[in-house]
C-alpha cells in the first residue's frame, strides 16, 4: 500500500521485541527535522499500543497506523 505521506525516513524494525523498536525508533526521530514525517515497520504484537504510549510521553505526533499482513506501519511527525 502506497503512504499517503511524504515520508522522509523509513526504518524497519521488524524482528525486535519491546522494547527495542521504541528505543530505535526515539534516536531515529532526532535525525529529521521538526514536520518531518518517519515512517516504521514493526512485527511485535505489542508496537501499536507501544507507538501510541511513546507518542502521547514524548509529544511527536503520530499520524497513522496500518496494520498488514504480518506487518504494523506507524507514521510519526516529529514535533521537537
Same mark, same amino acid.
Given at each position: $500500500?502506497?503512504?499517503? !505521506? +511524504?515520508?522522509?525516513?523509513?526504518?524497519? !524494525?521488524?524482528? /525486535? /521485541?519491546?522494547? #527495542?523498536?521504541?528505543?530505535?525508533?526515539?534516536?531515529? %526521530? +532526532?535525525?529529521?527535522?521538526?514536520?518531518?514525517?518517519?515512517? $516504521? /515497520?514493526?512485527?511485535?504484537?505489542?508496537?501499536?499500543?507501544?507507538?501510541?504510549?511513546?507518542?502521547?510521553?514524548?509529544?511527536?505526533? /503520530? #499520524?497513522?497506523?496500518?496494520?498488514?499482513?504480518?506487518?504494523? *506501519?506507524? !507514521? %510519526?511527525? *516529529?514535533?521537537?
Amino acid at each position: $500500500m502506497a503512504s499517503a !505521506y +511524504k515520508v522522509a525516513q523509513t526504518h524497519d !524494525y521488524r524482528g /525486535l /521485541l519491546c522494547p #527495542l523498536p521504541v528505543i530505535k525508533i526515539s534516536k531515529a %526521530i +532526532k535525525t529529521v527535522q521538526i514536520g518531518e514525517i518517519v515512517e $516504521m /515497520l514493526a512485527d511485535d504484537p505489542g508496537a501499536p499500543a507501544d507507538m501510541r504510549a511513546w507518542a502521547r510521553q514524548t509529544g511527536h505526533t /503520530l #499520524l497513522d497506523s496500518q496494520a498488514e499482513v504480518g506487518v504494523f *506501519r506507524f !507514521y %510519526i511527525r *516529529r514535533e521537537k
